[in-house]
């Protein structure tokens, strides 16, 4: 029934009974008939050889072939980064003050940690290791918010007795005093020359640290304690914290005294979304306009804003109180440290708001964070009165 077959043997024996001298295969065909009939046919049954079923392959040969494949062609997911779950460093931190509402941690682009331990702040050099104290307050008063400015060469110093001192880091001298305030000073923000702080009075002040008037505007839209202020990278906008559970957003260009009878009235934004303080803010390095903040214990959520259109993007319950927020420079990733009661620092995807990994070793709430100037460290500084090194970030 098969006529190729059948078709194929006629002719093969008519070539066998034909004795004419022009049909005589020369030496080199008949080599080359044989080495073909051995590679397409079997020699049992001269049956074709070409798809034709045989034993199966052994799985260990598929996954050896499988892998070569995969070593030579080129990987279209990137590797999985690996987080360290220990810190790299471990630092005592004595007497540091458990107050949800301070900014007691900052780390200079010179690479420089400047950590407020009650009356007296000290500075870390990350390069050599050495630390050695900056400066103490007279008795009575205590440190309660330290910022470096964005050259590293000066720091802010917020005091409980309502000053501002300003210090060179190099020579360690007391460089000014600013006054304007009517109680603690619990948050400092720089942007260029411009220094801005938040008290318990409710008020922020800009200050001109060029200037001898140096204070520029006043800024009152909150009614209770501002704890949290930060600029944006491009220094267009100030966001404003508070234990009213507000978060303000404030454009530049205002250099006016607002009227605290009608608070945020003059402000961009005014979000009254979350429902505890609001002290952990962090703009985004990698997208214009959109900035993080954390709420207390009652409200527990990482809200994420578009302070262009003034509009709520997402927000996320970490199931504990959100003490401070840190973003990567390298990654879309957030970092986030937590008080009651989970106090561990937890790294998030964004915008999936997946959690990469969780850190613990922390036996009190992580109130503060800082990162340092190439972007992949992270300093933790808790109420167990501990500063943790993690290497959280991935590198450029």
């Not at 779950?85 to 010179?110: F, G, H, K």
């Not at 331990?117 to 009575?140: I, M, N, R």
């Not at 709420?295 to 259109?309: A, L, P």
Request: net charge neutral.
């Amino acid at each position: 029934m098969d006529l190729d077959l059948a078709h194929f043997n006629l002719l093969h024996e008519a070539r066998e009974n034909s004795h004419t001298p022009s049909e005589v295969a020369s030496p080199v065909k008949e080599d080359y008939r044989r080495i073909l009939a051995e590679s397409l046919l079997s020699c049992e049954t001269g049956s074709p050889k070409i798809l034709a079923f045989t034993k199966k392959i052994p799985s260990l040969s598929i996954q050896r072939c499988l892998d070569t494949e995969l070593d030579i062609l080129p990987s279209s997911k990137k590797p999985h980064r690996h987080i360290c779950q220990t810190p790299e460093r471990i630092l005592d931190a004595p007497e540091i003050v458990d107050d949800y509402y301070l900014n007691l941690l900052d780390w200079s682009c010179n690479n420089t940690v400047a950590v407020a331990l009650g009356p007296a702040v000290y500075l870390w050099d990350a390069d050599t290791g050495e630390s050695f104290q900056l400066s103490k307050c007279e008795e009575h008063d205590t440190v309660t918010s330290v910022a470096w400015s964005d050259d590293g060469r000066l720091i802010a110093v917020g005091l409980s007795s309502a000053c501002i001192q300003l210090w060179h880091a190099t020579s360690r001298s007391q460089i000014r005093t600013f006054r304007g305030h009517s109680s603690r000073v619990s948050s400092l923000a720089w942007n260029g020359s411009l220094l801005s702080s938040g008290s318990r009075d409710h008020k922020i002040i800009n200050h001109d640290v060029r200037a001898r008037a140096h204070k520029a505007s006043v800024l009152a839209g909150h009614c209770q304690e501002v704890c949290g202020l930060k600029w944006s990278p491009c220094g267009q906008q100030l966001a404003s914290g508070g234990n009213d559970n507000l978060l303000h957003i404030w454009d530049a260009a205002v250099a006016s005294t607002f009227d605290s009878i009608h608070p945020g009235s003059r402000c961009a934004f005014r979000f009254d979304c979350h429902r505890a303080a609001v002290k952990a803010l962090a703009w985004c390095p990698f997208q214009s306009r959109l900035l993080a903040s954390g709420g207390g214990t009652v409200d527990r959520c990482i809200k994420f804003w578009n302070t262009q259109t003034g509009t709520c993007l997402s927000s996320i319950d970490t199931l504990s109180q959100v003490c401070a927020l840190q973003w990567s420079r390298h990654q879309k990733e957030i970092l986030s440290s937590h008080g009651y009661g989970l106090n561990q620092l937890c790294v998030w995807k964004y915008p999936s708001m997946i959690r990469i990994a969780e850190l613990r070793g922390h036996t009190a709430r992580v109130i503060h964070l800082a990162q340092s100037p190439e972007g992949t460290t992270v300093a933790s500084a808790a109420a167990d009165e501990t500063l943790r090194f993690w290497r959280v970030f991935g590198s450029p």
